[in-house]
């Protein structure tokens, strides 16, 4: 059932990580937008790509199974990669 402890779990997750993407991107926001050069938009929109493309890989890894490092690859960079390229372990239950 999808609303069972593990599905709660991973909605939960999967909230929490958009809000820190969101804090995340909304940092790069300040007040003076307006008077930006053409290299500090240039700058951050890398910024905000590096961003999403690390929140893809979070998602990556928290559909793998591993959500401590989803979690934490949201605020560490190349985290997530590494957990979305490592191979998850398959719990083995006896019959």
Not at 70 to 85: E, M
Request: no cysteine; proline share 5%; glycine share 8%.
């Amino acid at each position: 059932m999808y609303w069972s402890e593990q599905g709660r779990k991973s909605v939960e997750l999967v909230v929490l990580t958009a809000a820190l993407v969101a804090l995340l991107l909304g940092g790069f926001l300040p007040f003076g937008v307006n008077d930006l050069t053409a290299a500090e938009r240039h700058d951050r929109r890398l910024v905000a790509l590096n961003v999403a493309v690390n929140f893809l890989f979070s998602l990556v890894a928290l559909a793998k199974g591993k959500p401590r490092m989803a979690v934490l690859g949201v605020l560490v960079p190349l985290v997530a990669p590494f957990g979305a390229v490592r191979l998850a372990r398959v719990a083995v239950r006896a019959p």
